[in-house]
């Protein structure tokens, strides 16, 4: 089985590569199953349904977020009726929504999605290390490949939810800050690794934010409303393929494509 997970998907420039890219990469690689981290797709800040519908058109299967899944006051209506948009797990019981989905590859294969946040630097939540494992195991039964999304700060607590789920998931892949790592491996285990997948976004900004907004808050430490950059796009993800039987990971190829290289990937359905 052959995965592609999305980073996250940041405003208008995030969401036309990822419309272009993504149908080409199902062709090109093979694809059984997207997955993407779309809590910034709105404008740099949350999701609304119309967009999460839009994203779904591109060919992706499931979407997860963050601690921006709030943002845009109408997912609250939303995200309820649509089992294909997570949000954290770890979320109080009482939040809308849920942080797992069993879903179906295109042949007809189980697979299994966590979304659970960090508490390092954000919001206190229920403890994602014992909550990723209640998720889990509520999949088990029904699926051997599992992929987790890790909204996080700390890089220590994206590595070691690594080792924790290590040889019980697929993969184990951060989202949140936007800036993708060269630490992609396959633990001990067999679980694929990557401390952050990245942003597909705008890339010529302050991780999605337009560069003199952002700079002018750093120099001065004034307030400044940050609105999302408007340069070309670039997609940061993970192709990762599973073992069926074993819900083991095999392969783990990190991706970080420009406009240029989607134009090279299928010219047929690039724009599709």
């Known amino acids: ?22 149908p080409a990469l199902i062709e090109r690689e093979s ?24 994203i779904l058109s591109y060919g992706v299967d499931v979407m ?18 649509q089992p294909k948009l997570l949000r954290p797990a770890n979320f ?38 014992a909550v990723v494992l209640k998720e889990i195991d509520a999949l088990r039964a029904k699926a051997r490949v599992i992929v987790v999304d890790f909204h996080a700060e700390a890089t220590s607590e994206k590595v070691a939810m690594g080792w924790h789920l290590d040889g019980r998931v697929t993969g184990v892949f951060g989202t949140h800050t936007h ?22 976004g705008p890339h010529d900004s ?35 393929t599973a073992d069926l039987a074993t819900g083991r990971a095999t392969s783990l190829q990190r991706l970080s494509l420009s406009t240029a290289d989607v134009d090279t990937l299928a010219p047929q359905t690039a724009g599709r």
Do not use: C
């Open 31 to 54: 694809l059984d199953f997207v997955i993407a981290n779309v809590e910034n797709a709105a404008a740099g800040f949350g999701i609304t349904g119309d967009i999460a519908d839009a």
């Open 206 to 240: 302050i991780i999605g934010v337009t560069t003199e907004i952002a700079l002018t808050r750093f120099l001065t430490g004034m307030p400044a409303k940050f609105e999302s950059a408007t340069g070309p796009g670039r997609l940061n993800g993970v192709i990762v």
């Open 64 to 81: 997860t977020t963050g601690n921006h899944v709030w943002d845009k006051k109408e997912v609250l209506d939303y995200i309820p009726r």
């Open 179 to 200: 800036v993708q790592t060269a630490d992609d491996r396959i633990l001990p285990k067999g679980t694929a690794y990557l401390t952050d997948a990245g942003m597909t």
């Open 1 to 22: 089985m052959r995965i592609l997970f999305v980073g996250d998907i940041f405003g208008k420039p995030g969401r036309e590569i990822a419309r272009r890219a993504i």
């Open 92 to 129: 109080p019981a009482g939040a809308p929504g849920r942080g797992s989905y069993l879903g179906r590859t295109r042949s007809g294969e189980p697979i299994g999605v966590v979304n659970v946040m960090g508490r390092i630097f954000m919001q206190p939540l229920e403890d994602p290390f």
